[in-house]
């Protein structure tokens, strides 16, 4: 009983730690999963905690069950609309990207190490692919707001490309191990079945979940529990079959998310807790199995091979790759840059040595150390990067929070709260004669909250910075409700100057358009609409951000409809911005 009290109180001081820890995450500029891994580095043995854990095989089975739960929340979250502009891309990436990353990297590693080159290659398909959990995390917490084309090709790289890198680590351990069996075909094989039971076990069952979802009613907490007690058997029963599991449960887990019911929201609340209880216990476990001092054998060999990742390998995989879909300069080097590596490759490293590899702890130091300096170094720059790439978008107008009562199986209200700010025009008025603004009808106010109380509605109330205001509204006036009440930090000149200073129809004729500024448009553009005249300009699925430039103007677009088309496009003079180049 003592053991077991032990180890009760071990495991909650330290994932106490870590969240206690993700307060100065920010402040420090540093990764929040790094954080959690230094916790465990610290409590490891060459810490001050001296707790000694070299246990791979309980290890692995913790990265593996936290990497499903990690998958499973990011595919809830993950909007299908971002498969229109980036799911080809992303493809490409998560396969030939993989390939080629480990091709140049394990030449590199072979020379570097100075080791047999099946050893080099598979320390290189260890590392060789970007990992959901870091990704997901540091995009979505950073603070940056992505142009939607990289964050969806990121996104969907990091949680498709896994059956890949496994596959490549299991044939070339069968290739070290039992030379006689490796072979192109068995190779081949063993892809087509990885990839093919993956996405078929995804697709059923998260048909099936989704169908659960709508049909039962449950106490609220339960429905997270079947969504994650279904990911976890779908995990399984691909893995079983020789398909991927980890691909199964993200490709679940979209279409469970964007299937949304009454249940939903219970889900997604549930779920954000359970993911960040999986990377922070599978990250201070990985941190605790390593040892620090055994990382400093190999620290010189392990940095050569971080920037060699970083700055060539990963950069020329993905040139090479996203070539066909015209990417800009910027947009590709970002791509190459946010390759991070986490506890994917960590785990990975885990499978050598528990099948007896030769030098396989070799492998996994390495391994850990390119880790910590992708966390530490690329993890730690995105909001650097994003903004001197210019793949950044100015703040959005957006409410406070946001809710929906859903009043039927199919059928939901939208709430949102908004906040008033000093000197914005909601301050002295009364939520009625805002809301009086709009549409008859389309926008109403419900409540109104003054330090954490609920205010009377009557004709005399009027507002103070602070005040907390619900509105039962639709989504196409959420951006108008921010905009009255200084809700977001918008930077109306930084707008501007992204994108531009006129708003301009997307079904108006080019021709007019030029006739009214004074620029050429090149044949049979002046009678198109343009929308249409942007789209065949750029040659790719625009995204908001996207700009092209004519005869010196630049058009842009501002926003996008729910059906992919351009719902707004803005106009930059060349009197106020050059024409930028890409």
Same mark, same amino acid.
């Given at each position: 009983m003592t053991t077991i009290s032990t180890l009760f109180l071990l495991a909650g001081l330290l994932l106490f730690i870590s969240v206690l820890a993700s307060t100065v995450s920010a402040?420090?500029? &540093?990764?929040?999963l790094l954080l959690f891994l230094g916790v465990g580095m610290l409590a490891g043995e060459d810490g001050p905690g001296g707790i000694l854990f070299s246990d791979f095989f309980t290890a692995n089975f913790v990265g593996q069950l936290a990497l499903a739960v990690i998958l499973l929340d990011g595919g809830l979250r993950t909007d299908a609309a971002t498969f229109r502009v980036a799911l080809k891309p992303a493809a490409v990436l998560a396969t030939w990207g993989v390939i080629g990353t480990v091709a140049l990297l394990g030449v590199f590693a072979t020379w570097v190490l100075d080791v047999d080159w099946r050893l080099g290659l598979l320390l290189a398909a260890i590392v060789g692919s970007t990992d959901a959990a870091a990704v997901f995390a540091l995009l979505r917490h950073s603070g940056v707001r992505l142009n939607e084309r990289v964050k969806s090709t990121l996104e969907i790289e990091s949680g498709s490309n896994d059956p890949m890198a496994i596959l490549l680590v299991t044939v070339l351990v069968e290739i070290l191990l039992h030379p006689e069996r490796a072979g192109v075909a068995a190779f081949a094989v063993l892809l087509l079945k990885q990839a093919g039971i993956g996405l078929l076990f995804g697709l059923v069952g998260g048909k099936i979940l989704a169908a659960l979802l709508r049909r039962l009613n449950l106490a609220e907490g339960l429905y997270a529990l079947l969504i994650l007690s279904g990911g976890l058997l779908i995990v399984g029963a691909a893995n079983l079959l020789d398909g991927s599991g980890l691909l199964a449960v993200y490709i679940a887990g979209v279409i469970v998310g964007n299937r949304r019911s009454h249940a939903t929201e219970h889900v997604l609340r549930v779920m954000d807790g359970?993911?960040?209880l999986a990377q922070a216990g599978m990250f201070v476990v &990985?941190?605790?199995?390593?040892?620090?001092?055994?990382?400093?054998d190999h620290a010189w060999e392990a940095l050569a091979m971080a920037l060699f990742l970083m700055l060539v390998a990963r950069p020329l995989a993905v040139m090479i790759g996203l070539l066909p879909f015209r990417y800009t300069r910027n947009e &590709?080097?970002?791509?190459?840059w946010v390759g991070l590596r986490g506890a994917v490759p960590v785990v990975l490293a885990i499978f050598p040595v528990v099948m007896g590899v030769p030098d396989s702890r070799l492998l996994f130091d390495v391994a850990f150390s390119v880790v910590l300096l992708s966390l530490l170094v690329q993890g730690a720059t995105i909001p650097a990067a994003a903004r001197l790439l210019k793949v950044e978008l100015p703040p959005a107008d957006e409410p406070h929070d946001r809710r929906e009562v859903w009043v039927g199986e199919e059928a939901a209200?939208?709430?949102?709260?908004?906040?008033v700010a000093a000197g914005s025009a909601a301050e002295g008025r009364h939520p009625d004669d805002l809301a009086a603004e709009f549409a008859s009808g389309e926008v109403r106010c419900i409540a109104a909250v003054r330090d954490g109380k609920a205010l009377e509605m009557g004709g005399e109330l009027r507002l103070r910075p602070g005040d907390g205001v619900w509105f039962l509204a639709p989504e196409t006036t959420v951006e108008r409700l921010a905009r009255l009440f200084g809700a977001a930090t918008l930077d109306i000149g930084r707008n501007l100057s992204f994108f531009g200073e006129f708003a301009v129809a997307p079904d108006c004729l080019a021709g007019d358009l030029a006739a009214a500024y004074g620029f050429a448009l090149a044949d049979g553009e002046a009678?198109?609409? &343009?929308?249409?005249?942007?789209?065949?300009r750029l040659g790719r699925p625009a995204v908001v951000g996207d700009r092209v430039g004519i005869a010196g103007f630049v058009l842009v677009v501002r926003a996008m409809g729910?059906?992919?088309r351009i719902a707004g496009i803005g106009l930059k003079c060349p009197v106020a911005l050059p024409l930028l180049e890409d």
């Amino acid at each position: 009983m003592t053991t077991i009290s032990t180890l009760f109180l071990l495991a909650g001081l330290l994932l106490f730690i870590s969240v206690l820890a993700s307060t100065v995450s920010a402040r420090l500029g &540093l990764p929040l999963l790094l954080l959690f891994l230094g916790v465990g580095m610290l409590a490891g043995e060459d810490g001050p905690g001296g707790i000694l854990f070299s246990d791979f095989f309980t290890a692995n089975f913790v990265g593996q069950l936290a990497l499903a739960v990690i998958l499973l929340d990011g595919g809830l979250r993950t909007d299908a609309a971002t498969f229109r502009v980036a799911l080809k891309p992303a493809a490409v990436l998560a396969t030939w990207g993989v390939i080629g990353t480990v091709a140049l990297l394990g030449v590199f590693a072979t020379w570097v190490l100075d080791v047999d080159w099946r050893l080099g290659l598979l320390l290189a398909a260890i590392v060789g692919s970007t990992d959901a959990a870091a990704v997901f995390a540091l995009l979505r917490h950073s603070g940056v707001r992505l142009n939607e084309r990289v964050k969806s090709t990121l996104e969907i790289e990091s949680g498709s490309n896994d059956p890949m890198a496994i596959l490549l680590v299991t044939v070339l351990v069968e290739i070290l191990l039992h030379p006689e069996r490796a072979g192109v075909a068995a190779f081949a094989v063993l892809l087509l079945k990885q990839a093919g039971i993956g996405l078929l076990f995804g697709l059923v069952g998260g048909k099936i979940l989704a169908a659960l979802l709508r049909r039962l009613n449950l106490a609220e907490g339960l429905y997270a529990l079947l969504i994650l007690s279904g990911g976890l058997l779908i995990v399984g029963a691909a893995n079983l079959l020789d398909g991927s599991g980890l691909l199964a449960v993200y490709i679940a887990g979209v279409i469970v998310g964007n299937r949304r019911s009454h249940a939903t929201e219970h889900v997604l609340r549930v779920m954000d807790g359970l993911a960040w209880l999986a990377q922070a216990g599978m990250f201070v476990v &990985l941190g605790l199995l390593v040892t620090p001092s055994h990382l400093a054998d190999h620290a010189w060999e392990a940095l050569a091979m971080a920037l060699f990742l970083m700055l060539v390998a990963r950069p020329l995989a993905v040139m090479i790759g996203l070539l066909p879909f015209r990417y800009t300069r910027n947009e &590709l080097a970002f791509v190459s840059w946010v390759g991070l590596r986490g506890a994917v490759p960590v785990v990975l490293a885990i499978f050598p040595v528990v099948m007896g590899v030769p030098d396989s702890r070799l492998l996994f130091d390495v391994a850990f150390s390119v880790v910590l300096l992708s966390l530490l170094v690329q993890g730690a720059t995105i909001p650097a990067a994003a903004r001197l790439l210019k793949v950044e978008l100015p703040p959005a107008d957006e409410p406070h929070d946001r809710r929906e009562v859903w009043v039927g199986e199919e059928a939901a209200l939208p709430l949102f709260e908004y906040r008033v700010a000093a000197g914005s025009a909601a301050e002295g008025r009364h939520p009625d004669d805002l809301a009086a603004e709009f549409a008859s009808g389309e926008v109403r106010c419900i409540a109104a909250v003054r330090d954490g109380k609920a205010l009377e509605m009557g004709g005399e109330l009027r507002l103070r910075p602070g005040d907390g205001v619900w509105f039962l509204a639709p989504e196409t006036t959420v951006e108008r409700l921010a905009r009255l009440f200084g809700a977001a930090t918008l930077d109306i000149g930084r707008n501007l100057s992204f994108f531009g200073e006129f708003a301009v129809a997307p079904d108006c004729l080019a021709g007019d358009l030029a006739a009214a500024y004074g620029f050429a448009l090149a044949d049979g553009e002046a009678g198109q609409r &343009l929308d249409v005249v942007l789209l065949e300009r750029l040659g790719r699925p625009a995204v908001v951000g996207d700009r092209v430039g004519i005869a010196g103007f630049v058009l842009v677009v501002r926003a996008m409809g729910d059906d992919g088309r351009i719902a707004g496009i803005g106009l930059k003079c060349p009197v106020a911005l050059p024409l930028l180049e890409d």
